[in-house]
């Protein structure tokens, strides 16, 4: 009997979606329920959404993210720093790059793209370094000892991954999207039934789908970030 499933929209220029990728990975393997990883276009979410007023824009709320973000990455033990000029960062930088790199990954090996996002993670939030050049990509896959890097490259800017990308992002779209991460829960059919914003509502998903949460999973995090 087929069950419900869960898509977990993401990119890695989003601080949230780091959290939200790694309670996620670290419950789908303790969870009957699929889980899908399913890299999108930030900035495309938040053109077609029209979503023009993001916290960064609004100090009192730059002022309390800044807090947030550290909290959060204490939470799933992940190291973080707010990168030097991270408003003008987010407002002038593209992910799209990095994201088509994600989905080549993908097409080859789910854990190989796992591996990667968590090497660009890494280098934008730990090591405060930029992921959107193909330098700051060939860095990445270097550090995370990855095959073949250089035709991993090439093969993101293929026709195929280009078209998936766009794919990911208009169905997030289709289910009311407007930031990052963006969690859909579907049904048996494929339908989606229930979507949610943010990269602090795995509990309740986890409730939604009557599966446990079982909080940061601090053990996975060690093995998961290990090379």
């Not at 419900?4 to 789908?28: C, K, L």
């Not at 579907?186 to 009557?210: E, N, W």
Request: charged fraction near 25%; glycine fraction near 6%.
């Amino acid at each position: 009997m087929a069950k419900r499933s869960v898509d977990f929209f993401f990119d890695v220029i989003s601080p949230y979606s780091y959290f939200g990728f790694e309670g996620i990975t670290r419950h789908r393997h303790l969870w009957s329920t699929p889980v899908r990883l399913r890299p999108f276009y930030f900035a495309g979410v938040i053109k077609q959404s029209k979503n023009e007023s993001p916290p960064l824009a609004i100090p009192i709320k730059e002022k309390y993210m800044y807090k947030d973000l550290v909290l959060n990455a204490q939470y799933w033990g992940v190291s973080f720093r707010i990168p030097k000029d991270y408003k003008k960062m987010m407002f002038t930088s593209s992910s799209i790059e990095a994201q088509r790199l994600l989905i080549a990954a993908q097409l080859r090996d789910e854990k190989l793209m796992e591996n990667i996002a968590r090497g660009l993670w890494q280098r934008l939030y730990g090591y405060n370094k930029e992921i959107f050049s193909r330098h700051d990509m060939e860095s990445v896959l270097r550090d995370r000892h990855v095959k073949d890097a250089n035709e991993l490259i090439e093969s993101s800017q293929s026709d195929e991954v280009k078209k998936i990308l766009r794919e990911n992002t208009d169905e997030a779209l289709q289910t009311g999207c407007f930031g990052a991460p963006w969690t859909t829960v579907k049904d048996a059919s494929g339908k989606t039934t229930h979507a949610i914003f943010g990269g602090d509502r795995l509990p309740q998903i986890a409730d939604l789908l009557g599966e446990k949460f079982h909080g940061n999973l601090l053990d996975q995090a060690k093995s998961q970030w290990s090379l």
